[in-house]
């Protein structure tokens, strides 16, 4: 049985930072209300011209510095983004490029919020079938750049990062108790498409346009789906919350973590949170927190660890894995 294990993981936020004071001199807002609303207090913003695709290099030689593995080694990209730098091609073509990658397939894929476990689940699924044997999974966003920045219940929310792992398919016997990816879940529910949405695009108005939001709706079906699916992954594995150390959710707001959290039975020391210091980065949230979890020790060898996430469409889904 092939399962695809995770080597590394890596983070790339760009040097601008924009605190919440920062953004009180421009619009309506305070340090306060973004605070106790969501939970955060800075993000990354990307410089002029400094585009989605130079995030997603960044952190992909970032995670392949951390599994130790030379690019020639990759032969599979996907890479999760709402912000790609043109209409086509995908962006992660001219990450390919970038990166010095010969052979193997690159593209993107778009479920925004979800867009990580999107591509973790195609490019798990394309490693066990061996259609693949390294992979690159990334998720990348400019946010900043589909803002409306004088709208202040959502330009307040949102940041730019990526963050990436390197997958390699191995050998399991079949256990839960195996390292690697153990499944991945994915859902969506168009009903929910003019919840939360850009008001723009190619086929309509020709203009890349701006995020618009329903705040309250997409609360009440992050909390509730998040848990969801994090319950759908553990059940098919024959395992139980009590059985994960880590959750690494989607970074969208403290209070749909903790509500998420509470539904799970969970300690909040279990949830690893990033949003405070990088704000809701899209596709990018997921790995972000993963790699910072790597990064500072709190991942170890033989923990299950799930990845959840809502976005737009609806969609939303979930990554149950052991480290």
């Given at each position: 049985?092939?399962?695809?294990?995770?080597?590394?993981?890596?983070?790339?936020?760009?040097?601008?930072?924009?605190?919440?004071?920062?953004?009180?001199?421009?619009?309506?807002?305070?340090?306060?209300?973004?605070?106790?609303?969501?939970?955060?207090?800075?993000?990354?913003?990307?410089?002029?011209?400094?585009?989605?695709?130079?995030?997603?290099?960044?952190?992909?030689?970032?995670?392949?510095g951390?599994?130790?593995?030379a690019?020639?080694?990759?032969?599979?990209?996907?890479?999760?983004?709402?912000?790609?730098?043109?209409?086509?091609?995908?962006?992660?073509?001219?990450?390919?490029?970038?990166?010095?990658?010969k052979?193997?397939?690159?593209?993107?894929?778009?479920?925004?919020?979800?867009?990580?476990?999107?591509?973790?689940?195609?490019?798990?699924?394309?490693?066990?079938?061996?259609?693949?044997?390294?992979?690159?999974?990334?998720?990348?966003?400019?946010?900043?750049?589909?803002?409306?920045?004088?709208?202040?219940?959502?330009?307040?929310?949102?940041?730019?990062?990526?963050?990436a792992?390197?997958?390699?398919?191995?050998?399991?016997?079949?256990?839960?108790?195996?390292?690697?990816?153990?499944?991945?879940?994915?859902?969506?529910?168009?009903?929910?498409?003019?919840?939360?949405?850009?008001?723009?695009?190619?086929?309509?108005?020709?203009?890349?346009?701006?995020?618009?939001?329903?705040?309250?709706?997409?609360?009440?079906?992050?909390?509730?789906?998040?848990?969801?699916?994090?319950?759908?992954?553990?059940?098919?594995?024959g395992?139980?919350?009590?059985?994960?150390?880590?959750?690494?959710?989607?970074?969208?707001?403290?209070?749909?973590?903790?509500?998420?959290?509470?539904?799970?039975?969970?300690?909040?020391e279990?949830?690893v949170?990033?949003v405070?210091?990088?704000?809701?980065?899209?596709?990018?949230?997921?790995?972000?927190?993963?790699?910072?979890?790597?990064?500072?020790?709190?991942?170890?060898?033989?923990?299950?660890i799930?990845?959840?996430?809502?976005?737009?469409?609806?969609?939303?889904?979930?990554?149950?894995?052991?480290?």
């Amino acid at each position: 049985m092939r399962r695809s294990i995770v080597l590394g993981s890596g983070a790339y936020l760009p040097e601008k930072v924009v605190s919440n004071d920062d953004l009180s001199r421009t619009i309506d807002t305070s340090d306060e209300w973004i605070r106790q609303r969501t939970g955060i207090r800075q993000r990354h913003i990307a410089a002029e011209g400094e585009y989605t695709s130079h995030l997603a290099v960044n952190a992909a030689r970032a995670a392949l510095g951390s599994a130790g593995c030379a690019v020639d080694e990759v032969d599979l990209i996907v890479l999760a983004t709402a912000t790609p730098d043109n209409t086509f091609p995908a962006t992660a073509a001219r990450v390919q490029a970038a990166l010095g990658m010969k052979r193997g397939a690159a593209f993107d894929v778009q479920a925004v919020c979800s867009g990580f476990i999107y591509a973790m689940s195609v490019a798990d699924n394309m490693l066990r079938l061996g259609q693949a044997t390294t992979a690159l999974v990334i998720g990348a966003e400019t946010f900043s750049r589909i803002l409306d920045w004088q709208d202040r219940s959502t330009c307040v929310l949102f940041g730019d990062g990526a963050g990436a792992v390197v997958l390699r398919a191995g050998g399991g016997g079949g256990t839960s108790a195996d390292r690697g990816i153990l499944s991945t879940h994915l859902f969506s529910d168009g009903n929910g498409y003019e919840m939360l949405y850009v008001d723009g695009g190619p086929s309509t108005t020709g203009t890349a346009g701006h995020l618009r939001m329903h705040g309250r709706e997409v609360f009440r079906h992050a909390v509730t789906r998040m848990a969801e699916a994090v319950e759908i992954s553990l059940r098919s594995n024959g395992l139980s919350a009590k059985d994960l150390d880590w959750v690494v959710p989607h970074q969208a707001n403290i209070r749909i973590m903790d509500s998420m959290a509470k539904k799970l039975g969970l300690k909040p020391e279990q949830i690893v949170v990033t949003v405070d210091l990088q704000a809701n980065t899209s596709a990018a949230t997921i790995p972000l927190a993963l790699a910072a979890a790597d990064a500072d020790g709190r991942l170890k060898p033989g923990q299950l660890i799930s990845l959840t996430a809502m976005g737009g469409g609806f969609t939303w889904g979930s990554a149950l894995l052991r480290w």
